[in-house]
């Protein structure tokens, strides 16, 4: 079984560094800004041999009872709790600081075992913070630098009493292994996108029945992209909350630059997404931009309208209908799908709708009834007329792949077909096969000439 570890500290220790080091990737942002982590973040890491969940942690901040600050030393305070070890560092650089002995004294009244690292020891400069460091009365400390790998023997030599035997691994191993495994059992990708302040993060704690983000009425809370396991109904989900997406001119300040690209990134890289609309204010320009992008990506697309509860119903609708018809013509069938994430409604209604353009994603038609289609289709409107005057023939389609579905179709003259007609194609196939929601590839390519060589 994997050892929960803990990374906790005051702001800009070097904590998401150090979860980064540990990951071997890029995993949190790291930015010279006190504070950018906010939300816990969960990942599942291999140090040598041993299986590590880290949590990384906001820094402790002074707050009021309800404020941002508030909120994040909750999360913390979580952490800590859930922890097998924690992993308390400092700044040798900035020496100790008087968060660090409030922090201390927190870590010692949880009774939860820890190891002192004291972060940024790249040089002799610092041997004074590694004794000064002793003052937190959390045992003895260790020089470390996440940045540069430093100290990294002397943090494995300290987890490893903590990692525990588990019976199942080898058979986990297995199933892992298997080649045959459908995609129905795989893990989906499901991240949740959209504007600041549309409810993207209480969307999230209503799936998970937990206060997992930080929510609030303030814009901007979500700083980086993260990933919880989740399960719907035997459907295992990665769950991936993201940072609001502002137009690209208004974003100046590069930790905002730091944030979109981690949205996007978890967008790109997921395999449906939701774009979470405002009930106020649906399909705005920004919204547009953000569900083009996902459909040029290739990813399925699942459209919420949040705030349901204090909608003008029918105006949304209407208003809804017409942006959809009139901006969003690549894509036909997108479902939409009315909730209330602050009063939990409608939320099995939109993971079906997940689930449903999730299997349309990964759908492979038949080539029987795919030629059927297809010469049906032509029969109904023939392919214009070519650069030669004569009418370009389409002989036959081929499903090239899923997700999402690319079809290659063959001709002798594909040079001369209009996009126009291909985008009837892809139409009809959509609706004829119920692709709604999902992007189709399709590409015209000129056949074997069989009397080329004679």
């Given at each position: 079984m994997s050892i929960t570890v803990a990374i906790i500290g005051r702001p800009n220790v070097g904590k998401s560094t150090?979860?980064?080091?540990?990951?071997?990737?890029?995993?949190?942002?790291?930015?010279?800004?006190?504070?950018?982590t906010r939300d816990r973040k969960e990942v599942f890491a291999s140090f040598r041999d041993l299986d590590l969940k880290l949590i990384d942690t906001a820094g402790f901040e002074q707050g009021d009872e309800g404020s941002i600050e508030a909120r994040m030393f909750k999360q913390t305070k979580r952490a800590i709790d859930e922890a097998d070890v924690c992993l308390f560092m400092t700044d040798a650089r900035a020496g100790l600081h008087p968060y660090d002995e409030v922090f201390a004294s927190l870590v010692r009244q949880s009774h939860k075992p820890v190891i002192l690292l004291v972060n940024k020891c790249e040089g002799k400069l610092q041997e004074d913070a590694v004794f000064e460091a002793y003052k937190l009365g959390l045992g003895e400390p260790v020089p470390f630098s996440a940045e540069h790998?430093?100290?990294?023997?002397?943090?494995?030599?300290?987890?490893?009493?903590?990692?525990k035997e588990d019976e199942?691994?080898?058979?986990?191993?297995?199933?892992?292994?298997?080649?045959?495994?459908?995609?129905?059992?795989?893990p989906i990708d499901l991240a949740i996108v959209g504007r600041p302040n549309v409810g993207k993060s209480t969307l999230v704690n209503a799936f998970l029945g937990d206060e997992r983000m930080l929510t609030g009425s303030e814009a901007g809370i979500t700083r980086d992209a993260v990933k919880t396991e989740w399960s719907f109904k035997g459907h295992k989900i990665n769950l991936v909350d993201t940072a609001g997406l502002r137009r690209q001119s208004k974003i100046i300040d590069s930790l905002e630059k730091m944030s979109a690209a981690s949205t996007k990134h978890a967008a790109f890289m997921a395999q449906v997404v939701v774009l979470v609309l405002d009930a106020d204010a649906v399909l705005d320009k920004q919204d547009l931009t953000i569900a083009r992008q996902v459909i040029?990506?290739?990813?399925a697309l699942v459209i919420a309208v949040n705030k349901w509860d204090i909608a003008n119903?029918?105006?949304?609708?209407?208003?809804?209908?017409?942006?959809?018809?009139?901006?969003?013509?690549?894509i036909s069938g997108v479902p939409c799908?009315?909730?209330?994430?602050?009063?939990?409604?409608?939320?099995?209604?939109?993971m079906s709708a997940v689930l449903k353009v999730y299997k349309r994603w990964n759908m492979r038609i038949p080539t029987a009834p795919l030629n059927k289609w297809f010469a049906d289709v032509q029969e109904q409107n023939q392919p214009p007329l070519g650069k030669n005057k004569r009418r370009i023939k389409l002989k036959y389609i081929t499903q090239a792949k899923t997700r999402p579905p690319a079809f290659y179709i063959?001709?002798?003259?594909?040079?001369?077909?209009?996009?126009?007609?291909?985008?009837?194609?892809?139409?009809?196939?959509?609706?004829?096969?119920?692709?709604?929601g999902v992007p189709i590839r399709m590409t015209v390519r000129k056949s074997d000439n069989p009397y080329k060589n004679n």
């Open positions: 150090l979860l980064n080091r540990l990951a071997g990737r890029k995993i949190a942002l790291v930015h010279d800004t006190p504070g950018v790998g430093l100290g990294l023997e002397d943090l494995y030599t300290l987890l490893k009493p903590y990692q199942s691994k080898e058979e986990a191993l297995e199933e892992k292994d298997d080649d045959k495994e459908s995609y129905q059992s795989r040029d990506e290739g990813r119903r029918q105006q949304t609708i209407q208003k809804l209908n017409d942006k959809l018809a009139s901006s969003l013509t690549q799908v009315t909730v209330s994430a602050l009063k939990k409604e409608g939320l099995d209604k939109l063959f001709s002798s003259n594909p040079e001369g077909l209009p996009d126009s007609y291909l985008r009837y194609l892809i139409n009809d196939l959509r609706e004829t096969f119920d692709l709604g």
